[in-house]
């Protein structure tokens, strides 16, 4: 009986050797990651009291997993606790990539923060880690870094580093055959050229990006494309095709309401639309949509 009990006592001991406590858990949140942050965030949240007793090695993955799912969800990072303690670790004792990862989410903890230059450092410093001429580099993930950083130049104002930085996103998407990302580059590096006044290259931009999300079955990314097209349009007095690039963004987009009024932040739609009824002299239609896009403006001062 002695004996018994010595083998199960040694099973236990090497089955915790290979399988140390919660790294199950932390596999298949790692695996629902990408298509469902979510998930992966409500497995993480569950296992929370409980990893208190893991290794430190998975104390410090559960909270490099959690960041990464609230990223990924599009939740703010700003009240995030303990990432300073986690790219420590894996500085120490991490590879390229996990530091990388590490790197990348301080910068956006500091980007939901407001602090665009600690934010970029962070990012460049994460970019740094990436060996981009190993076969097994994340590809994909060094492209979302380059497109944070082009968001923040955009924040900022600045088209031209922001037009690199989306080239060099747009280059890593194709390398990582990530092609939902490709053309997300496509669409937002339309809106550098537009501060460079480059029209022709806004156009070229947008009208690729249009096609490709139809292409793969985003109609409703598609249509959101429109209102750059509509700008061009009124400009050059094309009035029918502005009417029905802002029609499509209308009914296709999916932001408005089902009182015809669009969501908080895309008020520029009604300066298209009230423009495009002013120049076809319908002027009741024109005062109505001017008027609610002034609404608007009241409504974000107070």
């Given at each position: ?11 236990i ?30 497995l ?17 993955r ?76 994340d590809y ?18 600045y ?51 249009y ?46 309401e089902?009182n ?12 298209y639309?009230?423009?495009y ?26």
């Open positions: 009986m002695k004996r018994l009990l010595y083998w199960i006592g040694l099973l001991g090497i089955t915790a050797c290979v399988n140390p406590k919660g790294e199950d858990v932390l596999a298949e949140a790692e695996q629902l990651m990408r298509a469902y942050p979510d998930s992966a965030l409500s993480l949240e569950q296992v929370e009291k409980e990893a208190a007793s893991y290794s430190r090695r998975n104390r410090m559960c909270r490099l997993l959690q960041a990464e799912a609230m990223n990924k969800a599009f939740l703010p990072l700003d009240s995030m606790d303990g990432m300073d303690e986690v790219l420590d670790y894996y500085l120490s004792h991490g590879n390229r990539d996990e530091r990388m990862r590490a790197y990348y989410l301080m910068g956006s903890i500091y980007r939901d923060q407001g602090n665009s230059p600690l934010a970029l450092q962070y990012y460049r410093d994460a970019i740094g880690e990436a060996d981009t001429t190993e076969t097994d580099c994909a993930q060094v492209s979302r870094i380059y497109a944070q950083m082009a968001l923040l130049f955009d924040r900022q104002c088209p031209q580093m922001e037009l690199e930085q989306w080239k060099q996103a747009m280059r890593y998407a194709l390398l990582a055959k990530d092609t939902l990302m490709y053309i997300q580059c496509q669409d937002y590096i339309s809106g550098a050229y537009f501060l460079l006044s480059k029209e022709d290259s806004v156009v070229y931009f947008i009208q690729q990006a096609r490709n999300y139809l292409k793969y079955g985003r109609e409703d990314w598609a249509a959101a494309t429109r209102i750059v097209m509509a700008d061009y349009y009124l400009k050059h007095d094309s009035l029918d095709k502005a009417k029905q690039a802002l029609d499509e963004y209308r009914n296709g987009s999916g932001f408005f089902s015809d009024s669009v969501w908080s932040g895309y008020e520029i739609f009604y300066s639309i009230g423009e009824y002013e120049k076809t002299a319908r002027l009741d239609s024109a005062v109505f949509y001017y008027w609610k896009l002034l609404r608007s403006c009241f409504d974000f001062i107070r």
